[in-house]
Every structure is written in C-alpha cells, then in structure tokens.
C-alpha cells in the first residue's frame, strides 16, 4: 500500500451555480455569469499559484489535470499540491499538509466571492488514508453534511432606504451610462456584464426569435444524464490503491465530458441545417450553449428547434452508452428568463421520475432517454405538477402524454418496447398530421385542442362532426393525449417530414 502520513484529500463544490446563471431576466447577464463560473476552482487554484506561491516553487503545484503525470503526488514528496479530477461537478484535490490546504481553501472562497459576489464553496477535507475507496466514500459523505448544515449565505440585501434589484433584492450600487441613459444595476448583476464576451451581441437572445412582435418565441433546455454517480460509484467502489484510482477516475471524468461535448456540437450542427428552414438569410444562430459541464447541459434557442434538437442530442448521447433526460420549456421573449428556466428544470425532473420507473427499465436496470416540455405561459408552471394538476386534469385523467421516451437506435430493443406506450414516434406522427391540411384544416385542429380540456364525451362528440367531413379520428380513449400534446406545440414546433434533415424514417 502507498504511504498516506499526513496527506490531505479536499472535495470542492461551487453552490448554486444554477440559481447564479438563471437569477436575472437578461441575456446579457445570463451569458456573462455562464463564463463567470466556467471552470471557476480550476481559475481560482491557478491564481493562487500565480500570486501566493513563489516562482521557483510553482512546479511543487500541479493543476493541469488533464495534461499532467496523474501519479507525480504520490510518487514525488516535493509535489504540494496536485488536483486528482473534476467529476460531477467536484474537484478532488491531494495536499501534502494540512497548513497548505487551508490558505488554499481560503483564498478559494475569497476569490469565488469576489468573482461572482454571491456564489459559495462547499469543502469538505479528510485526512488521507490508504484505501482510495474508503476515502472516496468517507469525503463525499462528509460533503454532504456539510452542505445540509451550510447556511446558503448571501450578501446583504437592501435596507429600507436604499433602491434594490428586483429579482435579487440586493441594493443597486451601479451608475452605468449606456446609450446615452442611465442605467442602474445591482454588484451581481455588474458583475455578470463585465464577463459578458465583447464579441457578441446584447440582444442574443431577440436575434433568435423567428420574427420579433409576431413569432417571438424561444426555448430553454436543460439536459442532465440519468444515474451518472452511480455509475462513477460502480466503478471506483472496490478499487483500493489510489494509483488505480487516479488513472479510472480521469479516464472516466474525460469521457463523460468528452462524449456529452461532442454530442452538443453534433446538436448545434443540427440545429444550424435545420436554421434556413425557420429564418432565412440570417447573420444569426438561432441557439447559444449557456452550460456544458460534464452531462450538465442548458442552451437557449428557437422554439421550432427545441424539441427535434434535443431528441437528436438524446439519441446521440445514447449511441455514446449513455443516457439522459431532458426539460424543454416554451416561452415569449418577454417572459421572464428565470421563471422559463426554472419551469424547464422541473420537465427534466418530470422526465427522469418516469424514466427509473422500475417498468420501464431496461436489461441490469438499464434507463432509457425522456424529455418532458411545457410552454410557459404563467410564472407558476415552475411548479409543475400543481401547475399540471390544474390545468391538465379533466375527471381525474390527465388529458397530457407526457413526458416522451426516446427510442434507442442501437441494442436495448427491451428498452425500446417497454417504452412504447411513451415512445416520441407518437408525438411526431400527430405533429405531421395536424400539419397537413390536407388531413384536416388548422382552424379545425385548433378547435379540437380547446375541446378535449372539455372531456371524453366532448372529445367523442366533436369528432362524430369531423368525421361528417371526411375527418377520421379513431381510438379517441387511447389517442387524445398525443393529440393534446401535438395540437399544443404544432404552431412553435418545426414539424420535419420524411427525407428533412436527420429525420428519422419511421
């Protein structure tokens, strides 16, 4: 076994990086606080060795751990200090000595305060021991007693006197002339500006919508991969030496961040073949990547993208031998960005519920790929199963097929046919055939949408009077809920046909 004496491991976690992002209703603040934290304890270690460590003992600290010798720590005594990995959103990082250690996590709490004003670390620290299992076990469990007993501390609101920002309550402290108006912003959101990249434009996300004041819709998504801990858990449980553990948790963290990077890219590729047949002869990409880390995904982009996208990205992650779920909520540009976020991150949610039900799992508890969308037109949606409970419920039945399981397109057919009931080919057959007018008339379509709120008899009832003009509707029982969820997106979806772009050929 290696020598451990007096060694230290340090688990680091960046608090509410999401409610830091999505805390404010501007694309200009939203995009600036996304690079804000991009890589942010990595930043902050490689500042402390610039400013705190002398020059001639910066090579004892070693942060670049995708490109450095993975066992220098535990071969190399001069070595201080070496970041392990970043997993999961967590940084593990070895220390030789408890003093080191401290200044360290510090001047990382200092220096994330001071960057982003109100973000928190959570760190939680052991002393190192022989076996990579127990401690990898031991640390997180330690992480999270700490978060649970961690007050979520915040800077200090406004007092009664003081003018304060409407979301975050804190006091504005910012006079900024900006074409030729004064404008006022609270330390936070000045903050969130100053990163904003100056090579793109303010107004992004307006750039997006199909045409501003008539078709001005957009569509947050928020993609998370299914049961990632357990599967890092599986891995590293039992492997006892930290030299083995070193070298399976890198490879492991660089896949997963490898294969979830490059299935977004392959999405945005997409997205910009299909971008013609929305917007024609635009200078402008109608998505923007607001977080990719690791199988933590959030992009904004057209509403007709949003749901063709995010099942070409699912059905990609899943040919990477991964799984994922995802939340898409549908918004006007002038709905407030924060709310659409939080509404899309409960569809995510919804869709992970149903895809761990036990019925539906695959071979040795294999999860299949769900999404779930909701269009946003109350600020209370973020409460979705209420929301849902309210307005989707007639008679005790849910009139919504929601969320929507995504086939797998290689192995896992026993997924594929316990899923069937869910399954998007559903969604995507109605979506085609309510756009056809010459399989029934919008205006009709539309009717039928605001009828089956109305129930079954008047669902049964309508479409004996559709059926007198030509229109045959059959199984009303089995059906209406894929027609509901069709009907509701069909005028802010891209509806592809056969031979469109990536469409699948059912």
Known sequence: MEHTEENYIAMYDTRGIQEYIFRTNYAKEIVGASCLIDSIIIKGLNKYVRILVKEEEREQYIVDWKNDNPLEFLNNKNIVMQVMFIGGGNAYVLFRDKTTCQKVNRFLGKYVLEKTYSLNVAVAVLEKKESFADDYKNINDEMERIKKKMSNVMPVGALPFMERDSITGFPIAVMKIEHDKENYYCTEADYKRKAFPKNESEQIFDNMVTLKGDDSNLA???????????????????????????????????????????????????????????????????????????????????????????????????????????????????????????????????????????????????????????????????????????????????????????????????????????????????????????????????????????????????????????????????????????????????????????????
């Open 220 to 506: 947050i998504c928020h993609i998370d991969g299914n049961s990632m801990r357990m599967q890092i858990k599986k891995k590293i449980e039992h492997v006892e030496l930290y030299s083995d553990a070193i070298k399976i948790m890198r490879a492991l963290s660089l896949e997963i961040e490898t294969a979830f990077r490059q299935t977004f890219d392959k999405m945005t590729e997409y997205m910009q073949q299909l971008t013609p047949k929305i917007k024609e002869n635009t200078e402008h990409k109608l998505y923007r990547e607001l977080i990719v880390a690791g199988d933590d995904i959030t992009f904004v982009c057209n509403a007709k993208l949003a749901r063709s996208a995010v099942e070409n990205f699912l059905e990609n992650i899943m040919e990477q031998g991964y799984s994922a779920c995802a939340g898409v909520a549908y918004f006007n540009s002038h709905f407030p960005f924060s709310d659409a976020y939080k509404v899309a991150e409960a569809c995510c949610d919804s869709a992970k519920k149903c895809a761990k039900k036990k019925e539906h799992l695959g071979v040795n508890g294999k999860v299949g790929c769900y999404m779930d969308f909701q269009i946003c037109t109350n600020i209370r949606a973020a409460n979705l199963k209420a929301y849902r409970d309210k307005h989707y419920l007639v008679d005790g039945q849910s009139i919504i097929a929601r969320p929507y399981y995504v086939p797998c397109k290689i192995e896992q057919e026993q997924l594929n046919i316990k899923n069937e009931e869910h399954s998007i080919v559903r969604l995507k057959e109605w979506l085609k055939k309510f756009d056809d007018d010459k399989f029934i008339a919008r205006n009709k379509a539309k009717k039928l949408r605001n009828i089956i709120p109305e129930g079954l008899s008047g669902i049964e009832s309508y479409l004996l009077f559709l059926k007198s003009r030509g229109i045959e509707l059959d199984n009303p029982k089995e059906q209406y809920r894929y027609w509901y969820d069709a009907l509701e997106i069909l005028d802010i979806d891209l509806v592809l046909r056969e031979g469109d772009t990536n469409e699948d050929k059912n």
